[in-house]
Each structure stands twice: as structure tokens, then as C-alpha cells.
């Protein structure tokens, strides 16, 4: 049980090939069976109970896809990604300074409009965003239709339905993991739109930011942080920016860091 | 709309209504917000817990529970 | 943070909403299955009742359905015993090597797997089944009044109700609550929530009690007395957050959202499997790690003489005069202190203890361990303060441990250790004196 689930844990930050040819996250609402995503793509062992905000800790696994190793990260799962619980925090850090080769957001098919928000959060940060319409059983049962083709369309982003409880799709997803990551697929993530006012500050500063990133985080992200005065986002990038000066190791640095909050 | 507006903790059970404002501070604020608790969100109270407190309600597809010290700071307009 | 997260908040959602509405189609009724199932789960009328009905029903259904493996289990690896036996007798090993493996060791492990296994067994799939149908958040929605009454958190029922597994997961589990205030009140008082180490103590208690004094024992009558404690571990637990709340841990409740999910009809093959490999095995197996060495060193402090009398027979004479005064004796509290690295060791480390004391009997039914228990004075009060201290007393090793790491802050861990140990103190004394003052044994 969970003893034993963080335990394994533990052993796979140890283990965790430095040499794994791609890192994935995994986001999602609470309850959308994301948990149930991972064991079925790794097949590692992991609690998955129905009640919100379980998966506390970071879980990894890893699996095989075209003789690629990838390894998972199971984010906690969260409504948004706008930092007001550490829950929240350390899934935006993960995607924001972990610098995963692709993110792959799990929605509830049942649920659609709740989910797209966290969705779209994750696409303002990274255009590697991969949408997984999971529970698509539960929904035919409930009489809900999604046209998924259209809402890739609408969202820019490769989608994938599944029901990943019946083993259904995942092979499809992996597929679409793998051609995100090793073929360099390009997205075209549709950015929400604001109002005037905020357009226009976003205009303004975005210009100005962009030196400072120099393409490591999106500049139209943090302007948009920096408008809603989440100050925990600047001394996060002070911090990301100076350790990536130091050294070229982003990706174990944004894992560290994210690690750390836990200890 | 010339309906009363009145705080979501005051909505009967079975009834709908409009946000019109979240008057929450700070954490508590964004976490609502962070519901779909935004306004012009349609709400519907749907049940009661047994000792009254706290209320179930159907926020954008999801059902969620909030004690009244959260429903009394959301002011909504309630639809016919 | 001003008008601006609004905004971007409404936005965001705006556009979600968008491109639902051109994407979903619905063809359902407005109000699903889940909506009736929710209609009776958490109505005035069934909402309460239910959640203890269905408490007592799993817990006679542990009880009813471990009677017999348990029985035939124990057969079996008391039977080896035997065997193991013969093997050393024809082999010449010397009779303190065959005492510390054979009848410490072994018997040990023999007895921790017969009276652990099958009520795991049956207990973790039928709670698994109940936290994936998603019946736990409609607990903490029906309970949560309770816990604001307590200046507590509505998750913290979710975090007892992993306690029932094991404490130390129920600890770590309180990460799901934000507020440091409430988790720590979490994390203090999960101990009051029996884990699976400790139901075997309570069932088998509350057979020897109300089997010898009250004149019939049933699994019935056995399931209504340990649902009757987890009732008052609840209570407890509520008495003793509202307590924190008023004095070491002030402040005010914090935000409270719980989403109820969508109920979901689990699948039985993986639940079985997960229930059983995850956690029955994973409990079991830590519990006879700690069982056979455990068991090994009690055989030796029981056989090990010092003057007239063994270790433990010096150790549970002097703590005879404070055993008393709980409605216990001296080998209780002794069992109860070494049982620390795990509350499953406490009766087969009472059982020894008893056992060194010369009584040698075939401890393969609950007749025999209630004639043992009755030979060494035990009364129908002795066995509810035993279920009352077990309920009560200070977490187990890894829970502290867990507590330690979660916490860390090695003042809340003793705290963590003494709060509930000073519960458990008054509240046997109590009862004990009570008892004793209206003559009622």
C-alpha cells in the first residue's frame, strides 16, 4: 500500500536512468483516472483509489515503446496549474522547469469542460501538450459523444481517447508519445485569448521578458503570471535561470528541485 | 433580471443560479475561482449532508462540496 | 492578487466552454444514476445509519468469513510445528536453539499469519472496493460538520479511513490536507483509527469477552462490538481534534472544497489482485518481518531466569501495581510496551509471557487461549480495557517513524506518542475504577 508505493518511489528517483531516452508528464484533474493511465502504460504498481488529491508524492515508471525508454512522471493531480496549493505548485514547476520532452494532459470525457481548463493552462505553458480523453467508456455509457478529431482541430494538439481501465487507446497514446517526442510532431496550441487590457500589458512586457528567458520558459506565460502578481513564479525562474547558468543540466535541476519540495 | 441577487449559501436545494461575484480574499478566493466559480458560471445547490452543512453543488460538470463559510462569500443571481 | 486572476480564471474557463459545447453531445438524462445513489448515501434519513451499517457488515463479514481459514491455517502451521520438531529432536539440536527457533521464532510467525492473513484477506478487498467505487468522499461529505465542529478538516476522514489499513499510510496521507494546522491534527490523531494490525487484538477480544461474560460470542455480536470501537475511536478522534484546536493547534478552518466524484463500478480482477499483493501481502509481510526476530527474543526473555523468575516475569511484576490500576496487569502493559515495533506482536507476546509462567497449553482455539486469559485472572473487564488501550495507546514504531519524517519535528512525534498513550491511561483507569467501585466484577 502506500508504504510501499513511496518506497518504490524512492527506489525509482535512485534508479532513474539518467540515459531515458524521453521524460512525460502525466496532469490531470483529480478523478480522471489518471492514475490509472500510468499503471497501465508502465505497469508499475501504484495505488489508484476514487477520491480526490491521492497521489501526494511523484510517482515514476517507466516503459518501452520502439525500443525507446520512456519515463513517466505522475503529477499530482490538480484543477489548475496557477500555484495555490504546493499540490499545484510542484505539478506547474515540473512542466515549467523539468522541462519534460512532452506533457500529456489526462481530461474526463464525462466531464469535458472542467478538464479543458487545466488543459489549456498546461498549452499556454508548452506546445508539447498531448490530450488524453480518458473514461471514454463511462461517458458512452452516460450517453456523452466527443468528436475528438474536432477538438484536436479546435485545440491545436494531438488527442487521444481512451479507457484506460479496459486497456483501450493506450497503445494509440504511446503511439502519439512517441511520435511527439522522436518524430518532432509540431503543434499549434490555440492560445485563450484575453481581453483588451490584458493584451495589451501582455504586449508590453512580453518583449522585455524575452531576453531574460532566452526561450527557456514562454515569455506570454510569465508576462501573464506577472499580471496576476504570482510572485512565487519569479523567484522560481530567478532561481531555474541562475542554476542553468551554472550548469547545462536543466532537466535534472528542474527535477531536483522538484524532488526537494517533498524532503 | 430584475431577480434578487443573495449569497450561493442562501440557494435552495434543487435550484439554479448565475454567479454575479466571488467577495473571497487572497487563497480562499483563487481556490474557488480555481472551481469555475467565475462569473456568469452557472451553479445548481444539489443536495445537502445530513447535518445540513456542507452543501453539494453542480459547478461545469462536477459535483462539489463547500461549507457555508465558502457558499456565503459567492453572490449569485438565481435563474427561474 | 486583484481583478486580474479574474479575468484570466473567466477567460480560461470561457474558452474551455467554448469548445466543449462544439465538441460534447449529450444524449443523457440530466440526472444521472449517480444522482439517486447520492440521494440515499447522503440523505437525513439513510446517510448516517448506512455508513454504520455497512461498517458492522464488513466487519462481520472479516470476522464470520476468517473464522474458519484462520481455524485451519493455524491446523496447519501449529501441525509444522510438530514436524520441526522432530527434525531438531533427530538431529540432537540442543533445547535452547530449538526453543528460540521452534517455539519462539516459528511460532511467532505461525501465529501472526493464521490470525492476520485471513482477516486481511477478506477486510482489504472489501474496503478497496468501497474506496474505488468512490463511497469514501460521501463519508467525509456526511461527517465533515462533525470535524468543523472540531476545528478540523472534512479530508481528515479520508485519511482515517486509510488508517484502517495501516496508520503510518493514514499519516502520509495527510498530505492531501493544505492548512498546516489541520494536518497536523490529522496526523496526531490517525492513531485512533484501529489499523489491521490491531483488528485480530480487537476481534479476538471481543470473543473472549463477550464469549466468557456475557454468555455468547458470535460473529455477530463480535462484529457490532469492534464496529463499536471504531465508533468511539471516531469520537475520540473528534473529542481530541476539538481539544488541539482550542489549545495547541488555534486557528481558524481553512478553505474546505471536496469534489464527489463520479461513482465508479470497480473491476474485481485488478481489485483483487492490487487488494491483496499491495496491501495483504505488503502489511503481511512487514508484520512477519518484525514477528519472527520479535518472536526469537520474547522466547528468550520468557526462558532466560533470573533467581526464581524469567525476565518477563520480572519486567510484568513490576508493572503488576500500574496494570492493576488500568484494569490490566503487569504482562499487558509489558506486551503492549514491546509490541511498539507492531501492534500485531502484543498477544502472541502476552500468550508467551502467560505461557512461561508454566501453563503449557495446545493454543489452537479460542477456547483454550480464553481458559489461558481466564487462569491468569483475566475478567470481562480485563478484555474490554485491553480492547480500550488498543484502540487508544501510542501509534507503533513506523507509524512514529512516518510521523517523524512527515512532521519533522521530533516534539510533535512524542507528542503524537504521548496524547493518545495518556487518552488510553485515563480512560482505563476510568473504566476500571468504575467498574470496580459498583462491584460489576
Sequence with gaps: MKGLAVDARGVFAKLNPAHSDGVIALAGNPNTGKSTVFNGLTGLNQHTGNWPGKTVVLAKGN????????????????????????????????????????????????????NLNLALQVMEM?????????????????????????????????????????????????????????????????????????????????????????????????????????????????????????????????ELKVVKCYK | MGDPEMTLACLPIGHRAQVVKVGAEGLTRNRLLDLGLVPSTVVEAVRKSPAG????YKIRGAIIALRSEESRLVTVRPLA | MGPVRDLIVAAIYDQARQIADQVVRRRGAEHDIDWKIDGIVTSKVFGYPLMLGLLG??????????????????????GFQDRLTAVCQWLNVPAWLHGVLVLGLYRGLAWVVSV???????????????????????????????????????????????????????????????????????????????????????????????????????????????????????????????????????????????????????????????????????VLFRAVVVAAPAGALIWILANVHIGESSIIGHLGGRLQGFGHLLGLDGYIILAFLLGLPANELVIPILIMSYLSEGVMLELDSLEALRSLLVANGWTWLTALNMILFSLLHFPCGTTLLTIRKETQSTKWTLLAALLPTGVAIVVCFLVAQVVRLFGLV
Design chain 3, 116 to 282: 492476520m492473513l485471513p482477516p486481511m484477506a477478506i477486510f482489504f478487498p472489501l474496503f478497496t472496493f468501497l474506496e474505488d467505487l468512490g463511497y469514501l468522499p460521501r463519508v467525509a461529505f456526511n461527517l465533515d460538520r462533525l470535524f468543523k465542529r472540531a476545528g478540523a478538516h472534512g479530508k481528515q476522514v479520508l485519511t482515517m479511513c486509510m488508517g484502517f489499513g495501516c496508520n503510518a499510510a493514514g499519516v502520509t496521507a495527510c498530505r492531501i490536507i493544505e492548512s498546516p494546522r489541520e494536518r497536523l491534527i490529522a496526523v496526531l490523531t490517525n492513531n485512533f483509527v484501529p489499523c489491521n494490525g490491531r483488528f485480530p487484538l480487537l476481534i479476538t477480544m471481543s470473543m473472549v469477552m463477550l464469549g466468557a461474560w456475557a454468555g455468547h460470542a458470535n460473529s455477530i455480536s463480535a462484529a457490532l462490538c469492534v464496529a463499536g470501537a471504531v465508533v468511539l475511536g471516531v469520537l475520540v478522534t473528534l473529542f481530541v481534534s476539538w481539544f488541539l484546536s482550542q489549545t495547541l493547534l488555534k486557528g481558524v478552518p481553512s478553505t474546505f472544497t471536496l469534489e464527489l466524484p463520479a461513482y465508479r463500478w470497480p473491476k474485481i480482477g485488478t481489485l483483487l489482485i492490487r487488494s491483496v499483493l499491495d496491501r495483504t501481502l505488503f
Design chain 1, 126 to 254: 508548452t506546445p508539447k501538450v498531448i490530450l488524453c480523453v480518458n473514461l471514454i467508456d463511462e461517458a458512452k455509457r452516460k450517453k456523452i459523444e466527443i468528436d475528438c478529431p474536432k477538438l484536436a482541430e479546435l485545440l491545436g494538439v494531438p488527442v487521444v481517447p481512451t479507457a484506460a481501465r479496459e486497456k483501450v487507446g493506450l497503445d494509440k497514446l504511446k503511439e502519439a508519445i512517441h511520435q511527439m517526442v522522436f518524430a518532432h510532431q509540431q503543434t499549434r496550441p490555440r492560445p485563450v485569448r484575453y481581453n483588451q487590457e490584458i493584451e495589451a500589458a501582455v504586449a508590453k512586457i512580453q518583449p522585455e521578458l524575452e531576453p531574460y528567458l532566452r526561450g527557456k520558459i514562454d515569455a506570454r506565460w510569465v508576462a501573464l503570471r506577472l499580471l496576476d502578481g504570482d510572485t512565487t513564479i519569479i523567484t522560481e525562474i530567478k532561481k531555474y535561470l541562475r542554476v542553468e547558468n551554472v550548469e547545462k543540466a536543466p532537466r535534472e535541476q528542474g
Design chain 1, 63 to 114: 516503459y518501452r515503446y520502439k525500443s525507446k525508454l520512456i519515463t513517466l512522471v505522475d503529477l499530482p493531480g490538480t484543477y489548475s496549474l496557477l500555484a495555490n496549493s504546493a499540490d499545484e505548485q510542484v505539478a506547474r514547476d515540473f512542466i515549467c522547469f523539468g522541462k519534460p520532452d512532452a506533457t500529456v494532459v489526462v481530461v474526463d470525457a464525462t466531464c469535458l469542460e472542467r
Design chain 3, 57 to 78: 457488515f464488513i466487519f462481520w463479514l472479516t470476522i464470520s468469513g476468517a473464522n474458519y481459514p484462520s481455524q485451519l491455517l493455524s491446523n496447519l502451521l501449529f
Design chain 2, 53 to 56: 452543512d456542507p452543501v453539494a
